[in-house]
């Protein structure tokens, strides 16, 4: 069994104030080499997306807005549509490389993080969200208060 270092919408377009330094920490942990895989994954906005039609979100639409900010060193890229990660390609991935212990990080954790972490957590498979490696674009209480849900949810042990 392997670990993996998923590595959650470090995006162009969520890099703000409250999530700019998130970058350069993600890197560090990277070239920490303690993880046996890292994918990263991006958001793909489409025209007719629900996310237009019903919440009036326009972002992700632009390549430069999609751009992952930080060297991504050959490492699998999983474009997605949704706010989880677990879609088809990734969960072949995990299975294909006999992934049982999955690491989170990345932006936002009130949405994108916490969507994947409670579909990974239902899927069976040891998910722990790296809380120091976990910013949302709409600051630290919704960053905080994601985190506590996660740990009522997934369990306390697996938010570190």
């Known amino acids: 069994m392997y670990s993996l270092l998923l590595i959650i919408d470090l995006q162009q377009a969520?890099?703000?104030?409250?999530?700019?330094?998130l970058p350069n920490k993600i890197i560090e942990l990277i070239n920490s080499k303690k993880y046996d895989k890292i994918v990263f994954t991006?958001?793909?906005?489409?025209?007719?997306?629900?996310?237009?039609?019903?919440?009036?979100w326009h972002g992700c639409l632009q390549a430069n807005d999609q751009?992952?900010?930080?060297?991504?060193n050959n490492n699998i890229i999983i474009d997605k549509t949704t706010y989880s990660a677990s879609n088809p390609e990734f969960l072949s991935y995990l299975q294909q490389n006999n992934i049982k212990d999955i690491y989170l990080c990345g932006?936002?954790?009130e949405?994108?993080?916490?969507?994947?972490?409670?579909?990974?957590?239902e899927l069976g498979y040891n998910v722990?969200?790296?809380?120091?490696y976990c910013k949302c674009m709409y600051g630290e209480d919704n960053n905080r208060h994601a985190l506590?849900?996660?740990?009522?949810?997934?369990?306390?042990?697996?938010?570190?």
Do not use: H, M
């Open 42 to 56: 991006r958001f793909i906005n489409q025209e007719n997306s629900i996310y237009i039609k019903r919440i009036g």
């Open 67 to 72: 751009k992952i900010v930080i060297p991504t």
């Open 111 to 121: 949405c994108c993080v916490l969507k994947t972490a409670f579909d990974l957590f």
């Open 148 to 160: 506590d849900i996660l740990r009522r949810n997934i369990g306390s042990k697996y938010i570190i």
């Open 107 to 109: 932006i936002d954790t």
């Open 14 to 21: 969520f890099i703000n104030e409250n999530t700019k330094n």
């Open 128 to 132: 722990y969200v790296l809380s120091q």
